[in-house]
């Protein structure tokens, strides 16, 4: 099956061993691929790097035979070796690759996302040939504890300088999308909303709805 264009997605999710609460990886993918998920990202922070890439195959046999695409987040080798469509680097991650040696180390992915938490960073993420970019956290997050939200302005300055698909994240909830589309944004990322949810699923597909009427 056709995989999404990075420009058709408009609800990006996560596989996050932080929220994982003891359920099966594959079998909550597809409770994101049913809601309407077109993208998931691997997260396994302070975990190995065989524990990401076990995790990261998991979700990609259970996104095979569907548009959704799998990203891993800051392994480019665990990309490849889970046969994910790209990786997603932060901004320190990124910075840290000599120029001369980005190109070769993504030969063969299809897709790089880049976190930017300000229109500096976004531009210069444009240009740097990023598929996606990040922008937040908009609002306080405990995923991001250390990170200063940049806020809603933010937004509207990477709708008005930046080409690039870009998807707001950082504490993104329904009962905030409103004012974050308001601001420019057509995609959101959404860790917590959907993956504490009783019904991920449920939770996903109202995100989604929202999303999609207001593109």
Request: with cysteine; aromatic share 4%.
């Amino acid at each position: 099956m056709t995989k999404h264009a990075i420009a058709d997605c408009r609800l990006y999710g996560f596989i996050d061993t932080a929220h994982l609460a003891g359920r099966d990886p594959a079998a909550l993918a597809q409770q994101l691929i049913a809601g309407g998920v077109d993208i998931i990202q691997v997260r396994a922070k302070k975990t190995k790097q065989s524990a990401l890439i076990k995790l990261g195959k998991a979700v990609v046999a259970a996104a095979k035979d569907t548009p959704t695409l799998v990203i891993i987040n800051d392994d480019i080798e665990a990309a490849y070796k889970t046969g994910a469509d790209g990786a997603h680097l932060g901004q320190e991650d990124w910075t840290a690759i000599p120029r001369a040696e980005r190109h070769q180390q993504l030969i063969g992915l299809d897709i790089l996302g880049i976190s930017t938490h300000s229109l500096a960073q976004a531009m210069e993420a444009e240009r740097d040939g990023a598929n996606y970019i990040g922008v937040g956290p908009i609002h306080a997050t405990k995923t991001k504890p250390d990170r200063k939200p940049v806020g809603l302005a933010l937004l509207h300055q990477v709708s008005e300088r930046v080409r690039a698909p870009f998807f707001a994240i950082g504490g993104i909830t329904l009962q905030n999308l409103d004012a974050a589309l308001a601001a420019g944004a057509t995609r959101v990322a959404v860790v917590s909303a959907i993956l504490k949810s009783e019904d991920v699923t449920k939770a996903a597909a109202e995100f989604k709805k929202k999303l999609t009427r207001e593109k």
